[in-house]
């Protein structure tokens, strides 16, 4: 069944209407194969290796389902098939554009499809039979069928990391076709880079939802190596996005934009070889095979023949442009390329240099979050701080004068953030400067949106409310940006808020004692156990204790799986606006007579999720087409 | 002209580049790089091997696990493969659920002139195999456990 679409894949490709088809071929096929492997999971036929791999009798169907994407072969199969889907809807829009950018586009994802095809056929392959059939299978890794956010994190995260080839795609096309030239590579993948990189962020954010919900600990971010491999794409499609305006307003940084977007792509492809070869041990790491060579063949490959084709056109792309002067919008949107891109790299060298010294120096050695935190800090608060200026700033140059009306409100938003801050007894230096930048930036958007607003008030006589929906409508790529602007602002407060004024305690109680966290009393009522069909879940209830009463209840639990010696933890957190009580089981007495609590306060913890959905509404803005003004 | 001053301004954001990178080679990497030992090695390493944030990975020593739920004192010993190079453990928490002898661990901390390790992270080891959990240790038999010391008390 496999064989059918690379065989017409290679078909002529001088045939374009032909090899198009092939493109769609290719989906049905892969299509077919998907859908087959998910009837395969649902009806237990444990013949087939994937299923005998991950299914099981007594998990939910729900879980039987997303279980797709809860192993290495799945999860290849889930991608194929997603780039499939993305090519496709590539040829389907753009089949009628004359010139060669789009076949060549389609012929680029074809070969990154292949390489995904040969996975399916070799390493990866999840329909292999299985004899003599087993009766039941071992069921998904436990730590993936405890949550529901499984359901959303893994597609969200292949939707955001595949779509970057569309652009890539259409970069190596445009260089072949000589249509590098022109801009329209960049109209055409606008639309595509952006919904990528929002199912990105969304997806980083769903997964650092996750870790928070899942894994007990009460953190959201580690720089474990498999979030690093979902936020250095993120980083530089970031800067793409930027920059992509430069060249498209003032024709300028073309080259530049070339090697972001393969920079990109390559990084997805990356991440994946960290995440899926093993070499990482994770909950993303599903086996050791020989599966990692493969990706290091086509990340090389990819990298030559991008670089090669990037070399070659190099002396042909002049930019139309150059920088007037210091002060003004291209040199904010070049210093964020700059800081962004170093700070890629700095992950980057943090995460691979592990797994450099261990295969040179035969050392085996981790980078701790030190690190990370420290060389971090400074990039994250330089690029809080362009994001106030940027917005402020016109392109070509700018007056001081005109800069110091601009400037005024985000300097009292700096100020009174700075004082809140220091009056909640802030100290550390990055938290206050962070603070600060968040108020400098936050007022700095909120007015570059409220300007707009008072301009239609008062040409058009709207009132307000109408003045920003008709606003947003007329100009979504610009106002889609700042909204962005304010959801990474909201991220940026809830963890520098959550980190800075955490507080934790663990202590064993017995029924009827109670423990306290900055101000919060929980009380033990009980230590309970329950079966339940695929685990048994042993939990402790604890009442929430404000002024002697009763105000709720927090039920941390652990589920036992029988397949996996070490309990999952299951911690419940208790939300509000201000912040989160987070309680985990950490042990019980096998009689249930204590157990062993560990209680967090983290403050504004759920702006954090809140601003990825401004992140996302941002992006959705800015993809919507413009409907023409009135 | 256009091209030229483009040229420049990617030599700049190299340089820049290269430059934040060199910095961050020479004041971070060096001092945050944890090092991942077996507690043979970390004897072996003598005076050089304290105060130094270290990954230690072996197994718990039977029979030397204390565990003071008041306190939230936890100590135990980890030993090498070869079972003769043992290294003391201290924590604060509480083990995870299913901590047992023999089990495999990696501890994070810093190893002690006072030949205690001081642990900062507990992490259990978990291997791919399926083991069948013994009996009394697998959930169904503690709920079991825990539903009857509900019912007498």
Not at chain 1, 518 to 542: F, N, P, Y
Not at chain 2, 115 to 137: C, D, I, T
Request: aromatic share 12%.
């Amino acid at each position: 069944m496999f064989f059918i679409p690379f065989a017409i894949r290679r078909g002529r490709r001088d045939w374009v209407a032909l090899a198009y088809s092939a493109v769609y071929t290719n989906f049905l096929l892969i299509t077919v194969a998907t859908v087959a492997m998910v009837w395969a999971l649902v009806t237990h036929d444990f013949s087939v290796s994937y299923v005998s791999q991950v299914g099981s009798k007594a998990t939910p169907l729900f879980y039987t389902i997303i279980s797709l994407w809860g192993a290495l072969e799945g999860s290849i199969l889930f991608w194929a098939w997603v780039l499939a889907m993305y090519a496709a809807a590539v040829v389907w829009i753009n089949a009628n554009r004359p010139g060669n950018l789009v076949p060549y586009a389609a012929t680029a994802l074809m070969g990154i499809s292949l390489f995904f095809g040969i996975l399916l056929i070799g390493p990866a392959d999840p329909f292999k039979s299985v004899f003599p059939v087993p009766l039941d299978g071992p069921g998904p890794n436990p730590l993936l069928q405890n949550h529901i956010l499984m359901a959303v994190h893994p597609p969200l995260l292949y939707l955001g990391y595949v779509g970057m080839s569309v652009p890539f795609a259409f970069a190596v096309g445009a260089m072949l076709s000589g249509e590098v030239l022109t801009d329209d590579w960049i109209k055409i993948t606008r639309r595509w880079t952006l919904s990528s990189w929002g199912l990105l962020s969304a997806a980083i954010i769903a997964g650092m939802w996750w870790s928070y919900e899942v894994l007990g600990w009460g953190g959201y971010w580690a720089w474990d190596p498999v979030e690093n491999a979902s936020f250095m794409p993120w980083l530089t499609a970031t800067a793409f996005l930027h920059s992509v305006m430069v060249q498209e307003r003032r024709g300028m940084l073309r080259l530049w934009n070339l090697n972001l977007v393969v920079g990109t792509f390559v990084l997805t492809i990356l991440g994946t070889f960290l995440t899926r070869s093993g070499i990482i041990s994770s909950v993303h790491a599903f086996t050791t095979g020989t599966i990692g060579y493969y990706f290091l063949a086509f990340i090389a490959v990819t990298l030559l023949v991008a670089l090669a084709l990037v070399a070659g056109t190099s002396g042909r792309l002049k930019d139309e442009n150059r920088f007037d002067a210091p002060a003004s919008r291209e040199t904010v949107f070049l210093l964020n390329n700059l800081f962004l891109t170093a700070f890629m790299f700095t992950v980057l060298l943090g995460t691979l240099f592990p797994l450099v010294a261990e295969s040179v120096r035969g050392i085996k050695v981790s980078v701790g979050e030190p690190f990370f935190n420290r060389m971090s800090l400074p990039m994250i608060v330089a690029l809080l701080f362009l994001m106030g200026v940027g917005p402020a700033m016109p392109w070509k140059r700018t007056s001081m004068a005109e800069l110091k009306g601009k400037l005024l409100p985000p300097l009292i938003g700096a100020t009174v953030m700075l004082v809140i801050a220091v009056a909640f007894g802030a100290r550390n230096f990055y938290a206050l400067v962070t603070f600060t930048f968040v108020g400098f930036s936050g007022a700095s958007n909120k007015f570059e949106i409220w300007y707009g607003i008072r301009a239609r008030h008062r040409a058009h006589g709207e009132n307000y409310l109408t003045a920003l929906f008709r606003l947003m409508a007329g100009n979504r790529r610009r106002y889609g940006g700042y909204v962005a602007h304010l959801g990474i602002l909201t991220v940026a407060l809830g963890i520098a808020a959550s980190s800075t004024f955490r507080t934790e305690t663990e202590a064993t109680l017995k029924p009827g004692d109670s423990m306290t966290v900055s101000g919060h009393t929980v009380r033990l009522k009980q230590v309970w156990g329950r079966e339940e069909v695929q685990r048994s879940v042993i939990g402790a209830t604890l009442e929430i204790v404000k002024n002697g009463t009763v105000t709720g209840t927090i039920e941390p639990k652990m589920n036992f799986y029988p397949t996996s010696q070490q309990p999952v933890p299951t911690p419940q957190v208790k939300s509000s606006i201000a912040g989160d009580l987070y309680a985990n089981l950490q042990a019980f007495r096998p009689d249930g007579s204590s157990a062993t609590i560990r209680l967090i306060y983290e403050p504004m913890v759920p702006w954090i999720w809140f601003g990825g959905m401004i992140v996302v509404l941002g992006s959705v803005l800015s993809i919507l087409p413009t409907r023409s003004r009135a | 002209m256009a091209a030229v001053n483009s040229r420049k301004l990617a030599i700049v954001a190299v340089v820049g580049i290269i430059g934040t990178f060199a910095w961050l080679l020479y004041g971070g990497l060096d001092k945050n790089v944890v090092y991942f030992w077996t507690p043979k090695e970390l004897i072996a390493k003598g005076d050089a091997g304290f105060e130094k944030p270290v990954r230690l990975g072996g197994q718990v020593k039977p029979g030397t696990v204390k565990w003071d739920d008041k306190t939230l004192d936890l100590r135990f010993v980890i030993t090498d493969v070869d079972g003769v190079s043992d290294i003391a453990v201290h924590s604060k928490g509480a083990p995870p659920q299913m901590f047992r002898d023999a089990m495999g661990v990696v501890v994070e901390g810093r190893y002690g002139r006072d030949k205690v390790f001081q642990s900062s992270s507990l992490m259990v080891k978990h291997s791919n195999e399926y083991k069948a959990p013994k009996p009394g240790q697998n959930g169904k038999d503690m709920v079991k456990t825990l539903m009857q010391g509900n019912s007498t008390t």
